[in-house]
């Protein structure tokens, strides 16, 4: 008996294992036409390689994979196979904290392995699938593996990505990390041509390829609070820093993180930072907050505080001066 032959049985075995609860070893010999000494045999093999291969007591005996201290490799079958990844590309964009991450390793790590073939299937049932609720922005969950496998293993990745005179540049980036608002995917890395960290949109990104050139670890931001600040920031024309009278924590549930950064201020007060293209939605966004607030910056936010005020009475039915502009 060869040494192949030995292992393509020993994973029979397992996958048998892995199939039903319990075998007698009369049966699993029958299925692997070796006799009942050979079983025993493969049985120490697995147990050696961490599998916890247990024997049933009772009339015939027999074995049962159990759970152990670790997780050893998993096998699956064609169905397995698909039904396993198509559920993780769903996954992959969960809102429930630390599954969009762990999904999107086990995708990379079963997409490495898997046929040709079995992508195809893959493809086709997610291609056929809408969700009710999901994402604004709608991300290929190829990019998504793609980039992963780019993070874990440590390579540059390049990219179209439009400038901002909306002209596609080529972009060459260290990636470090990806990040979701619930609405939105983000990357953080390291712009080889701009020395500079940056964050990019990956609905925006075009002609993604992951090279094989490694880079060697830097330090860098904290991922989170990098993206937060690019999001909550820097594409919009007025950023707004307001105090509310309520803890960081309690603001936190009312503010979404892509909507506004909160800071810890004092005696009870929060830091709020908020941007918007317009001074008038801001106001009225901020109206909504049940809280006491004080606008820091800037001042244009105060006025326009004002006229929304002013518009609030006159819908309530007070008696006001007309909205001077």
């Known amino acids: 008996?060869?040494?192949?032959?030995?292992?393509?049985?020993?994973?029979?075995?397992?996958?048998?294992?892995?199939?039903?609860?319990?075998?007698?070893?009369?049966?699993?010999?029958?299925?692997?036409?070796?006799?009942?000494?050979?079983?025993?045999r493969d049985v120490q093999r697995l147990r050696a390689l961490g599998y916890p291969v247990h024997a049933v007591s009772g009339v015939g005996g027999g074995y049962r994979l159990g759970a152990g201290t670790r997780l050893p490799p998993l096998l699956l079958d064609d169905e397995e196979a698909i039904a396993t990844a198509v559920s993780l590309r769903l996954a992959s964009g969960s809102t429930i904290a630390g599954a969009s991450e762990?999904?999107?390793?086990?995708?990379?790590?079963?997409?490495?392995?898997?046929?040709?073939?079995?992508?195809?299937?893959?493809?086709?049932?997610?291609?056929?699938?809408?969700?009710?609720?999901?994402?604004v922005a709608e991300i290929d969950a190829e990019l998504l593996v793609t980039l992963a496998r780019a993070c874990r293993d440590g390579v540059r990745v390049r990219f179209h990505y439009p400038g901002r005179d909306g002209s596609e540049q080529e972009r060459t980036v260290e990636p470090i990390r990806m990040v979701t608002t619930g609405r939105r995917w983000y990357l953080m890395a390291w712009d080889a041509d701009r020395a500079d960290w940056r964050t990019f949109r990956l609905d925006r990104m075009r002609a993604v390829l992951a090279t094989t050139w490694r880079f060697p670890a830097r330090e860098h931001p904290d991922p989170v609070s990098f993206v937060q600040r690019a999001v909550t920031g820097a594409p919009y024309r007025y950023l707004a820093r307001v105090r509310v009278h309520a803890p960081p924590e309690r603001l936190r549930e009312v503010v979404p993180a892509q909507v506004g950064r909160v800071e810890d201020d004092r005696d009870g007060w929060s830091v709020l930072l908020v941007g918007g293209d317009s001074l008038d939605?801001?106001?009225?966004?901020?109206?909504?907050?049940?809280?006491?607030?004080?606008?820091?910056?800037?001042?244009?936010?105060?006025?326009?505080?004002?006229?929304?005020a002013r518009r609030l009475a006159g819908l309530a039915g007070a008696t006001s001066e007309p909205d001077a502009r």
Do not use: F, N, Y
Request: charged share 25%; net charge positive.
């Open 281 to 308: 939605w801001l106001a009225a966004h901020l109206a909504r907050l049940d809280h006491e607030m004080e606008v820091l910056e800037p001042p244009g936010l105060r006025e326009a505080a004002g006229r929304l």
């Open 1 to 40: 008996m060869t040494v192949e032959a030995t292992t393509e049985r020993v994973l029979r075995l397992l996958a048998l294992l892995q199939r039903r609860l319990s075998w007698t070893a009369a049966e699993l010999a029958a299925e692997l036409g070796v006799t009942g000494r050979c079983v025993r």
């Open 102 to 135: 762990a999904a999107l390793r086990a995708l990379a790590k079963l997409d490495q392995v898997m046929p040709s073939r079995l992508r195809a299937e893959v493809r086709a049932v997610h291609g056929s699938t809408d969700t009710l609720i999901g994402p």
